[in-house]
């Protein structure tokens, strides 16, 4: 059964520094990953989707890499702001299905 | 364009009442899914469909819950006899084609069983 997992699961860092959240998944036979964003109250954001063929993603500030033999992800947020406070989901495909499985997320605060 | 709609936004009920969710997906996505997030958790999975059939509906926790999709656009989660359990978020999702496209998310409805 996946389990998905992230690490850390609150983190506080002043404006400006650049940080790493982790996501891991027990089961490497994936189909992709995609990384989320959530607000207080609102629905899911889609940040980055990587295909189980890919090593990694890029966004403006935002990059993800995968590393599926492993079984981790990484989602670097460079110079970090203020708005980017949110929680941070990771979710993956497992293949021959078509359900996310959800890590418990990273709620994340930048401090001005 | 017009992402994933769902209605209402919040809904208050109590127990033993039954509720109906609505989800618009995005026009032309064929795949639908149905996740429910509680509160500090991340979204776990109910139902999906593929056009109007629910293709895995694994993710149903008793039969209470039903979800139909019967012209293989808006779908309508329905919950009957509300327990205070059923509280949660419940987000609706679609995809161009089901297979590990790009999922889209709408809002989701807040729903609270007093």
């Known amino acids: 059964k996946q389990e998905v997992t992230q690490i850390p699961a609150a983190l506080s860092v002043p404006e400006g520094e650049n940080l790493v959240l982790n996501c891991s998944f027990t089961?490497?036979?994936?189909?992709?990953l995609q990384w989320f964003r959530q607000d207080p109250g609102k629905g899911l954001t889609s940040l980055l989707l990587?295909?189980?063929?890919?090593r990694e993603q890029t966004s403006g500030r935002l990059n993800a890499s995968l590393d599926k033999s492993s079984g981790r992800s990484t989602l670097y947020i460079a110079a970090s702001q203020p708005g980017d406070s949110a929680t941070y989901l990771c979710?993956?495909?497992?293949?021959?299905?078509?359900?996310?499985?959800f890590g418990t997320g990273t709620r994340l605060k930048v401090l001005a | 364009g017009a992402g994933v709609s769902q209605t209402p936004s919040n809904k208050v009920t109590e127990k033993g009442k039954y509720v109906e969710l609505r989800c618009d997906p995005i026009?032309?996505?064929?795949?639908l899914y149905w996740y429910r997030q509680s509160l500090g958790q991340g979204p776990e999975f109910l139902i999906y469909?593929?056009?109007?059939?629910?293709?895995?509906d694994s993710g149903l926790p008793n039969d209470r819950f039903f979800a139909v999709r019967p012209e293989g656009s808006v779908s309508t989660l329905k919950i009957q006899r509300t327990e205070r359990g059923d509280s949660a978020v419940y987000l609706c999702?679609?995809?161009?084609?089901?297979?590990?496209?790009?999922?889209?998310f709408g809002p989701g409805t807040r729903l609270t069983v007093l």
């Open positions: 990587i295909q189980s063929s890919q």
């Open positions: 979710a993956v495909i497992g293949t021959g299905t078509y359900k996310y499985i």
């Open positions: 999702a679609s995809s161009l084609e089901a297979g590990g496209h790009e999922q889209f």
């Open positions: 026009s032309g996505h064929t795949a």
């Open positions: 089961d490497s036979a994936i189909y992709n």
């Open positions: 469909f593929q056009g109007t059939g629910a293709a895995d």
